[in-house]
């Protein structure tokens, strides 16, 4: 989904790709001097532990986004980690920027997501298998197995973006007004104030 490169590489700059106002450059972040890159920078490691699942959600996603990831930059590639405890699911969410190919490497996920036609499309996976989420689809995984599952997910974007259903709805900064939200949901503002309490930071 990104723009086609216009060179072999362009490491961005150190901390470019994690601050959105470094990026006067098109496409991506800044590049970094040619001579002074490195094969570390094509390199990482951050993708090797997972994050605590010990959360609300029983999940972690760990990032490798050219924000984490410098040497991504301009390659139209991402990659994050998706750990699951027993009962846990990455929540429902979408990326503006990017198809995701979800590969699951041990355990079982449920993946689904919902078509612009509202229609939805759901499989279980098993280790070794893979599902594809379409752009902008709004999707999941849940663990419904007894043991933790982790999956790599793969994107045709070095930034995908992400709007997660519930945090964009209910956690807006300024608040989007209960009136909206009730009337949008068709239900009382007791519910959307219950749902604020649990999106707001
Ligand atoms: C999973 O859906 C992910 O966005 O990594
Ligand atoms: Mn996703």
Redesign the pocket.
């Known amino acids: 989904a990104d723009p086609e490169p216009v060179q072999d590489f362009c490491v961005a700059v150190a901390g470019a790709g994690g601050d959105p106002d470094a990026s006067p450059a098109f496409p991506g972040f800044p590049c970094k001097p040619a001579s002074t890159v490195v094969s570390d920078d094509f390199f990482f490691a951050g993708l090797s532990r997972g994050g605590s699942t010990d959360n609300p959600f029983g999940s972690s ?1 760990t ?1 490798g986004n050219v924000a984490a990831f410098p040497g991504l930059n301009t390659l139209g590639l991402a990659i ?3 750990d699951l405890a027993p009962g846990g699911v ?1 929540p429902l ?1 979408s ?1 503006p920027r990017a198809a ?1 190919l ?1 590969h699951v490497i041990t355990g079982q996920m449920l993946v689904g997501f919902v078509s612009t036609a509202g229609k939805y499309y759901s499989k279980v996976l098993a280790e070794g298998e893979s599902f594809v ?1 379409p752009r902008g689809m709004m ?3 849940y663990n419904a197995g007894t043991v933790a599952a982790r ?1 790599m ?1 793969v ?1 045709n974007s070095q930034l ?1 973006g ?1 709007v997660g259903a519930a945090p964009s709805l209910f956690g807006a900064d300024p608040e989007i007004p209960d009136a909206v939200l009730a009337k949008s949901f068709q239900v009382e503002g007791e519910i959307i104030k219950l749902l604020k309490s649990k999106f707001r930071k």
Do not use: G, K, L
């Open positions: 996603v990032p994050n980690r998706v990455n969410h990326h995701e979800v989420i999707h999941f995984q999956a997910t994107f995908p992400v």
